[in-house]
């Protein structure tokens, strides 16, 4: 039983097919290696300058201006609390003096509103982590008191800022 000439043929042909089919590989891959070195990298990059920062105008800054700092009760709970607070409000510079003049010439009758907004808060107002209701309520009553610049239509008081610290209780 011995493999005539056409059964070797066969048996041999798949062998010679993985090996050519190999070599064809090896030649791509280093043709396309070759083409990608010869046509180039990446391209050449340069770096270009910052932009120029844009500041605002010094009248467009933003300022704080203390408007009390004070230590406030609230007892709406049946326990009096005192709360060792500062507020503050954030105008533009072209509008800190104008804010700075009323805070001072009307210091009392602004304590006394601020005093009995403290007073009349919840609880619940003091436990908020940002102040979000008793700020609300300051701020609009700030707002109302200094309006809006008619000529800019926007308000004069941007916004205003609450640092309070711990309450304390006071009573029995």
Avoid at 41 to 51: D, K, M, R, S, T
Avoid at 100 to 118: D, T
Wanted: charged share 25%; glycine share 6%.
């Amino acid at each position: 039983m011995g493999l005539d000439d056409s059964q070797r043929k066969k048996r041999t042909s798949p062998l010679r097919l993985v090996i050519v089919l190999g070599g064809i590989l090896v030649v791509e891959a280093v043709v396309i290696i070759g083409a990608m070195m010869i046509l180039g990298g990446p391209p050449n990059v340069e770096a270009a300058e910052f932009p120029a920062v844009m500041t605002a105008p010094e009248d467009e800054r933003i300022v704080e201006i203390l408007v009390i700092d004070a230590k406030l009760p609230n007892n709406k709970s049946g326990m009096t609390y005192l709360y060792d607070t500062e507020i503050y409000v954030q105008v533009k510079k072209r509008y800190s003096e104008q804010v700075a003049e009323e805070l001072q010439q009307f210091r009392n009758e602004i304590k006394s509103e601020i005093a009995a907004i403290w007073r009349t808060a919840e609880m619940r107002h003091f436990q908020e982590p940002r102040l979000e209701s008793m700020t609300r309520r300051i701020q609009t009553m700030l707002s109302d008191r200094f309006g809006i610049d008619h000529q800019r239509d926007e308000p004069i008081i941007s916004k205003c800022v609450i640092v309070m610290g711990m309450g304390f209780r006071i009573d029995g």
